[in-house]
């Protein structure tokens, strides 16, 4: 599997970024994939993950009530729409993915996604 992001940019605090991870490859709808975000100087973090029917999803603290994960298994895509951003959402965004049973749980580590993408940027001005 092979994952690409888009959608990142520059962003004004309180606006609204919608971004994408398209796959490639025939596996991705046995896959559950994850928004992870790096800010310079700072460890990488888990933002978001949904698992591969898309019927669990998991938010950390930081953007929960402002993001939604949604994937659109036809299109092999995953999305994270991010409301109401504020200057502590920049960072690099990448998407990640692994390969998984149907019934397992969402896993927070990153050492437990095989799949990455490029990471795309995302900068919210104050």
């Known amino acids: 599997v092979q994952l690409q992001a888009f959608g990142g940019g520059l962003v004004q605090a309180g606006g609204s970024l919608r971004l994408s991870c398209t796959a490639s490859g025939r596996t991705f709808s046995r896959c559950a994939v994850a928004w992870f975000r790096q800010a310079p100087g700072q460890e990488r973090e888990l933002v978001a993950a949904i698992s591969r029917g898309g019927q669990t999803t998991y938010y950390a603290d930081s953007v929960k009530g402002r993001a939604i994960i949604s994937r659109d298994n036809d299109k092999k895509t995953v999305y994270l729409q991010m409301n109401n951003m504020n200057p502590e959402d920049t960072a690099v965004y990448h998407c990640?993915?692994?390969?998984?049973?149907?019934?397992?749980?969402?896993?927070?580590?990153?050492?437990?996604?095989?799949?990455w993408g490029q990471g795309t940027q995302v900068t919210v001005s104050s």
């Open positions: 990640a993915a692994r390969d998984v049973i149907l019934s397992a749980p969402l896993s927070y580590n990153p050492d437990d996604y095989k799949y």
